[in-house]
């Protein structure tokens, strides 16, 4: 396996790793991972070399075309499936995935907290994780805190979300933002995943766009569901 050959993203996101050793889930045999926001796998990659079914969900052409590239020709994985469709179309439509692992990385601040309460709605409804019955499944998410560069970078929406019109250095001008406090997106998740046994911890990274300094703080949740 030759990682130079590899298109995008190379290696999973850290704080996914270190996640998925503490909780012992290379222990794990026979079980399914399904990640929202899958990009090109990179995430995914870490669980297909433990055996997991994989499956991922992403919007964009390109990085779903990536992910099956690197799945299929370079990494010769056998047990995976990409989705080229939106997460919120997804939730709503596919039934009793039953995943032992739902995923949720650094997707959520493009949509408002309406549409990430629907989506965690239809998951559960939909049992696209698996829990009921003594069972439960294991969850990971990273969202936008409010205290990253963007927060109310731009025109404010009546919902909360805001665009980010004023935004020249990240590379997401214009697109809709939303940040969360750590209490509140705790909040969400308990009420509509049943959300326990869980941790939360900040990410913050100073990086330099343009000779500008810019914060990029994250939110990042972790535990149980049923």
Known sequence: ?????????????????????????????????????????????????????????????????????????ILKYKKFKFFNENMLDFAKNYKNLNAKVFLIPNVINFITKNELKTLLLNARKNHLYAYGGGDFSFFFLRARSIKDHRYKLGKTLENGSFILNNDEFSGEKDCL????????????LKEYLNLYDFEVIMSENINVKNKIFIKDSDIIVYGKIK
Do not use: Q
């Open 1 to 73: 396996m030759f990682i130079k050959n590899l298109k995008g993203f190379k290696y999973p996101d850290m704080e996914i790793v270190r996640w998925f050793f503490k909780n012992k889930l290379d222990t794990l045999k026979n079980e399914k991972v399904l990640e929202f926001a899958s990009h090109n796998g990179n995430n995914l990659s870490l669980f297909a070399n433990y055996d997991y079914e994989c499956l991922g969900v992403e919007l964009s052409k390109e990085h779903y075309e990536n992910a099956k590239y690197n799945f299929d020709g």
């Open 177 to 188: 933002c939303t940040c969360y406090e750590e209490y509140e997106l705790v909040e969400y």
